[in-house]
């Protein structure tokens, strides 16, 4: 129909190591993203971030597919999918050219030509880079530059984050999504993506880190004065606290994720010494048997201590340790476990809070749109928007450059057929 504007639709898709979750948003002409579908699917192929059973994650990936085209009326062809994994690694990169144009003016040939230069680094064989981020760039030795386009020099340095994935990983993801009918648009950081949906511009200024618990890895992403300054996959979460308890109650996994969630908590100190749990109450197929709720207490607290522990230890690698005036932002099912700000504040040092997506509304539940354990895939629709916006920069700078080339053109013909 003429005059009818077509929405415009971003997709985010995160394939963790015990769901998947999708999510579809519109873009509003506010520039704020409304969510009007949303998928969940269990998935149990794979481990650490990778791929053990491909069919099922491919099954997995089309039944959350199917229940977010089912509640947004719209059928999904492509999407920004999360990568994850204790395969995945982070490093910093320095890129430096000499300026392209004879005047000396930067422009943003100069700077993707820099940034293709801090992709020049030494890297295991077998390996991919996914991300090269920039956090400043360096013209003639004057540091701290954010957007050196227009600027003047002769020579141009960047400093970048480069995130990279074992070839494998990358492969086997990107067989699986296709496999399952879709379309990747990009390949994004799952840290990344949560941090673009949880963190303000004011905390990404004055220093944040984003505490991602999922299943079975813990994601990490610091960033300060605008860019991120740090990122790592840590290869512990949630799904090793619920192993710690079946081990511990001697009991199948199913019951220990019961347990967890019905009963679990990370301060032991404020469980009563007498309260018990009866299995039977869970599972009414078992012989009554009562245990300590202090001690799946305990068993969850040494878990949890263990991943904070690694997360401070991060923290201290880059000098942040207790230094982040914006603290800590916890995501992924693990941050639901009661008890985790204070344990995390205790031993991280730092505010601590649970992420809330600020950015996003929607038609759909807004308790479901708060949960944590969408947070990544909300990210994901955002970080697509940002991409969206940028290649229609970059298609309305073309066409004025077109404009401007046809005018020239329409001269040079006058001249010839006065």
Partial sequence: MAGTTKKQIVVGVDIGNTKVCTIIGEKMSDGTLEIIGAGLAPVSGLRRGTIVDIDEVITAISSSLEEAERMSGIPIEKAYVSISGSNVFSTSSRGVIAIGRADGEITKEDVARALEAARAISLPPNRDIIHVIPRSFIVDGQEEIRDPVGMTGVRLEVDAHVVSASTPTVKNLLKCAYQAGLDVEELVLSSLASARALFSGKQKEIGVMLLDIGG????????????????????????????????????????????????????????PEREVIDISEIDPTLEPTKISRRYVAEIIEARMIEILVMARDELKKIGRDGLLPAGVVLSGGGSKIPGIIDLAKDNLRLPVQVGIPYEAKGIIDKEKIDDPVYSTAIGLALWGMDSERGKERFMTNLMEGLKGFRGIFSKIKSSFFK
């Fill in 216 to 271: 079975g890895t813990t994601d990490i992403a610091v960033f300060e004065e605008g860019e991120v300054l740090h990122t790592a996959v840590l290869p512990v979460g949630a799904c090793h606290v619920t192993n710690d308890i079946a081990i511990g109650l001697r009991t199948s996994i199913d019951i220990a994720e019961k347990v967890k969630i019905d009963y679990g908590t990370a301060l032991p100190a404020l469980v």
